[in-house]
T-cell receptor
Framework: KNQVEQSPQSLIILEGKNCTLQCNYTVSPFSNLRWYKQDTGRGPVSLTIMTFSENTKSNGRYTATLDADTKQSSLHITASQLSDSASYICVVSASWGKLQFGAGTQVVVTP | IAGITQAPTSQILAAGRRMTLRCTQDMRHNAMYWYRQDLGLGLRLIHYSNTAGTTGKGEVPDGYSVSRANTDDFPLTLASAVPSQTSVYFC????????????????FGPGTRLTVL
């Protein structure tokens, strides 16, 4: 069983709307959590990185939250644009360095 | 070159053939990694290298080998390809694997799409 579960698997949103992606993890001991954006046919690109002491971090229209107690994270996309169409991957790092990748949420933004 | 490059972009290979996927980075990063990405699964680590001259096994190393003769290059070899190795392969690098669990960010290449028939 994957130690990083993402939901939903996919979603379709209208341009200009907001959406929130979820990530639940069981990785322990926890070091940090990262959100990556992966455009079709490209490699993942880092959006945010948070340690256990950080509960929110923003990168433009992307805002990530982290609740280390409940082992949950979310990625909120504000005022979506067509260029936000991509797969969003949650990655959790254990203290000894191992990275555990979620399967990703495929986001499609339609005009 | 800026960042990480991978070659080829895509390849169709007959089962049983030998194949080497190339990866080069120009960021002088010490650590490099090879992942495979399959539909519905997260990226899985195949092999890694802490620094030039050292390599280690990841989560799914069987059927793959790597070498790290210098800082910049980290080729991945399939000695005798099998259909289950059909996947998208990503190379990544980071400043240091010793700090991999901390804020040390991994930078990914554009990927190689491999099909084994």
């Amino acid at each position: 069983k994957n130690q990083v579960e993402q939901s939903p698997q996919s979603l379709i949103i209208l341009e200009g709307k907001n959406c929130t992606l979820q990530c639940n993890y069981t990785v322990s001991p926890f070091s940090n959590l990262r959100w990556y954006k992966q455009d079709t046919g490209r490699g993942p690109v880092s959006l945010t990185i948070m340690t256990f002491s950080e509960n929110t971090k923003s990168n433009g229209r992307y805002t990530a939250t982290l609740d280390a107690d409940t082992k949950q994270s979310s990625l909120h996309i504000t005022a979506s644009q067509l260029s936000d169409s991509a797969s969003y991957i949650c990655v959790v790092s254990a203290s000894w360095g191992k990275l555990q990748f979620g399967a990703g949420t495929q986001v499609v933004v339609t005009p | 070159i800026a960042g990480i490059t991978q070659a080829p972009t895509s390849q169709i290979l007959a089962a049983g053939r030998r194949m080497t996927l190339r990866c080069t980075q120009d960021m002088r990063h010490n650590a490099m990694y090879w992942y495979r990405q399959d539909l519905g699964l997260g990226l899985r680590l195949i092999h890694y290298s802490n620094t030039a001259g050292t390599t280690g096994k990841g989560e799914v190393p069987d059927g793959y080998s790597v070498s790290r003769a210098n800082t910049d290059d980290f080729p991945l070899t399939l000695a005798s390809a099998v259909p289950s190795q059909t996947s998208v392969y990503f190379c990544a690098s980071s400043d240091s694997m010793a700090r991999m669990g901390s804020y040390n960010e991994q930078f990914f290449g554009p990927g190689t799409r491999l099909t084994v028939l």
